[in-house]
């Protein structure tokens, strides 16, 4: 059987974020992709020119399609911009029982665009997060969620606990904007803790790479990977997806999603 995987998430006309950097990256990962489009945006590597919400319904009429036909072995969530969204969301994962769910908290844009309004925090915290099999919050974004400052390692790792509490079986916390040429993302399972480190490729080639790890944990899910497997091979993956930069667009890039493949790693 072919391993399925769904994305609730934004669409990006620039193609490296969102349901588009999902779908190349389940491709890559040998998994079948679907999609629930939460919101279209006008953007390239430049930034996010206008967003435009998909009426609730919509949203909820595709989910249904889905669990009518093709239901998904994993799926994640990405950018579901308001409270409204994420509530209904939330709630159709819950009615269909749906696990292996990974959310990715999407707040703001490579280019600093904000992707989710303010009143939706509530409801990543409150809704979202209990569903988690993994969350996947980069350093700002456990900032916002756990609303504390987190420029040390110890109190990332106690961002990392609140993040359990609220209901999230594993969390990652990207150490992308951490300071310093060595990034350490620091994954917690509820009862211990470990850090996959990095040393910082030098590029502005990095849009969407949110989007992608997210997808490629979902998809080792899907295909039967523990939690600690799948983040372990997303890491290979958008790790060989930044080094191997594309090198297109004249801001912030899209990462290369068949550089995984091209590498010879076995999928």
């Known amino acids: 059987m072919v391993a399925k995987v769904l994305t609730i998430a934004g669409s990006d006309s620039g193609g490296g974020a969102g349901i588009q950097a999902d779908i ?15 919101a279209l945006t006008a953007q390239n590597t430049l930034g996010v020119q206008s967003v435009y919400p998909i009426p609730v319904n919509m949203v909820l009429e595709q989910l249904h399609s889905i669990v009518d036909d093709l239901r998904p072995d994993a799926l994640k969530t990405g950018m579901l911009f308001s409270d409204v969204i994420i509530d209904a969301v939330a709630g159709k994962i819950e009615e269909y029982g749906w696990g292996n769910v990974v959310v990715d908290p999407v707040m703001i844009a490579k280019g600093g665009a904000r992707l989710l309004q303010e009143d939706a925090i509530r409801a990543i915290r409150e809704k979202l997060l209990p569903l988690a099999t993994v969350t996947t919050p980069n350093i700002p974004e456990a900032e916002v969620l756990t609303e504390m400052a ?10 990392a606990r609140i993040l359990h509490k609220l209901g999230a079986s594993h969390v990652v916390i990207k150490g992308g904007h951490g300071k310093g040429d060595e990034l350490v993302d620091l994954v917690y399972d509820g009862s211990s803790f470990f850090e996959m480190k990095s040393m910082r490729i030098d590029t502005r080639h990095t849009h969407g790479t949110g989007c992608t790890f997210a997808a490629a944990i979902a998809a080792g899910l899907a295909k039967g990977c523990t939690a600690e497997e799948a983040i372990l091979t997303a890491k290979q993956f958008i790790h060989r997806a930044i080094e191997a930069e594309l090198g297109i667009g004249s801001g912030h890039g899209p990462t290369n999603h068949w550089a995984y493949r091209k590498a010879g790693v076995v999928v």
Do not use: C, H, P
């Open 24 to 38: 190349k990256t389940f491709q890559e990962l040998d998994v079948y992709g679907m999609s629930a489009i939460t």
């Open 150 to 159: 987190l420029d040390t390692i110890d109190r990332r790792k106690e961002a």
